[in-house]
């Protein structure tokens, strides 16, 4: 069964350091997502890429972040200069359209930690 | 935004009892309503969905409600077992733009046998 795939499963960086997390979405999928879980909180939504460019962000997803889809697998998340609240797990999802299903398969996670 | 709250967070049951798990939301523009369950050290599984066009769903074990009036909806597991205990989260996602999930703080199910 297809699945989303990310890596690392475990970043530890220093404050200011930049990040990238990175994830292979579903092959056919289209749209492409990233949640973030703070330890004991809800998964927030960070941002959604659809064709090439961000379909929607959140307030948390600001300046720091970005996010590419460097060829036809990966997709990344850049975070330039990490904060120590910045520590969470950061989860990929994709969704083969937005429309019959909306149905968003979830990658295993990446635990940033921040020191 | 929308807002989803969840209770309870920790929900503990006797091997092949019920367990039942709510969900409010505040936006009337979300439509689309999945249950995902999260096991340790894994990202969140689709279990069931439930679109706001029906009341009920349901898959083997597990059925979900929704009542749009009071904007609640629920997950009901029955006969359960200890292969059920995980996290589960309800989200509500309103079908515009991208549609983005909004979670619900999460209830951790512990089946014990």
């Known amino acids: 069964e297809p699945e989303v795939t990310q890596t690392p499963s475990h970043q530890v960086t220093q404050m200011g350091q930049e990040v990238i997390l990175r994830c292979v979405p579903i092959?056919?999928?289209?749209?492409f997502y990233w949640y973030r879980q703070i330890l004991g909180q809800k998964v927030e939504f960070l941002v959604s890429?659809?064709?090439?460019?961000?379909?929607?962000k959140s307030e948390i997803f600001d300046d720091q972040f970005s996010v590419e889809r460097p060829d036809g697998s990966n997709f990344t998340l850049k975070i330039r200069s990490t904060k120590l609240e910045d520590s969470a797990m950061y989860f990929c999802?994709?969704?083969?359209?937005?429309?019959?299903?909306?149905?968003?398969?979830f990658g295993p996670g990446t635990r940033l930690t921040v020191l | 935004g929308e807002n989803v709250e969840q209770h309870p967070s920790t929900l503990s049951v006797q091997e092949g009892d019920s367990a039942v798990i709510k969900c409010t939301y505040s936006?009337?523009?979300?439509?689309?309503f999945p249950w995902y369950k999260q096991e340790l050290g894994k990202g969140p599984q689709l279990i069931i969905d439930?679109?706001?066009?029906?009341g009920e769903k349901k898959d083997q074990r597990i059925a979900v409600t929704l009542n749009k009036t009071a904007k609640h909806f629920s997950l009901h597991i029955t006969e359960t077992q200890p292969e059920d205990s995980a996290v589960y989260f309800c989200a509500a996602s309103m079908n515009t733009g991208a549609n983005n999930l909004f979670f619900g703080t999460g209830t951790r199910l512990t089946v014990i046998p």
């Open positions: 890429f659809y064709n090439n460019e961000i379909s929607e």
């Open positions: 092959s056919n999928h289209l749209y």
């Open positions: 439930i679109r706001s066009n029906v």
């Open positions: 936006d009337s523009a979300s439509n689309y």
């Open positions: 999802a994709s969704s083969v359209s937005r429309g019959r299903h909306n149905e968003q398969f």
